[in-house]
C-alpha cells in the first residue's frame, strides 16, 4: 500500500510504551511504522472486527455457524441414508435368522427322524439275527441228534427184514431232513 505524501497529514500521539511495541512489530514484519498502521487500519475496516474485543467474538460467531450448518448437514444426511440404510440391515439380520433357524430346524427334524429309523432297522436286525442264532444248533447239538438217529437206525435194522429196513431207511432220511 502506497501511502501518498499528502499535505493534509494527521499526527497521533501515543505513549512511549505503546511506541515500543510499534517498532517490534514494524522489525517483525518488515514494514513502516506508517505502513504498519494504515494496514492495521485497513484490516479493522475489511473485517468489522472490534480491535477491543480479544477473544474475536465474530470469529468465534462464524465457528458456531460453521459448527451448525456442519450438524445440520449431518442430520439430513443421517435422515436420508443413515437410518435407511440402518432399517434395511436390521431387517436383512432378522432375515438371516429367520432362515437360519428354520434351516436348523429342518436340519433337527431330518436328524431325528434318521436316527430313529436306525435305531429301529437295529433293533430289527437284532431281532432277526437271534431268530437266526435260535434256529441254528450248534455243532455240538448237531453231532448228539445225528449220533441219536444213527443208533437207533442201527439197533432197528439188524433185527428187521429188507421191507422194515427200506422203511426204517426212510424215516432216518426224514429225521436227518429235519436237522
Do not use: C, W
Request: charged share 30%; no cysteine; hydrophobic share 40%.
Amino acid at each position: 500500500m502506497k501511502i501518498a505524501k499528502d499535505l493534509n497529514v494527521k499526527t497521533i500521539r501515543f505513549p512511549i510504551a505503546l511506541d515500543d511495541k510499534i517498532s517490534k512489530l514494524t522489525k517483525k514484519f518488515g514494514r513502516g511504522k506508517l505502513q504498519l498502521f494504515s494496514q492495521m487500519v485497513e484490516y479493522f475496516h475489511r473485517t468489522g472486527k472490534d480491535p477491543a474485543d480479544i477473544n474475536d467474538e465474530v470469529l468465534k460467531n462464524t465457528l458456531v455457524k460453521n459448527h451448525d450448518t456442519y450438524i445440520r448437514f449431518i442430520r439430513a444426511q443421517e435422515e436420508k441414508m443413515l437410518i435407511p440404510i440402518k432399517t434395511e440391515v436390521d431387517r436383512m439380520v432378522a432375515s438371516q435368522f429367520k432362515i437360519i433357524d428354520s434351516f436348523n430346524n429342518q436340519v433337527l427334524k431330518a436328524n431325528r427322524d434318521i436316527l430313529a429309523g436306525q435305531a429301529q432297522q437295529a433293533a430289527e436286525t437284532n431281532r432277526v439275527l437271534k431268530t437266526i442264532a435260535d434256529k441254528l444248533d450248534d455243532k455240538e447239538s448237531l453231532k448228539l441228534k445225528f449220533l441219536y438217529i444213527l443208533n437207533y437206525y442201527s439197533k432197528t435194522s439188524f433185527n428187521a427184514s429188507s421191507k422194515d429196513r427200506e422203511i426204517l431207511l426212510q424215516e432216518t432220511r426224514q429225521h436227518i431232513n429235519k436237522l
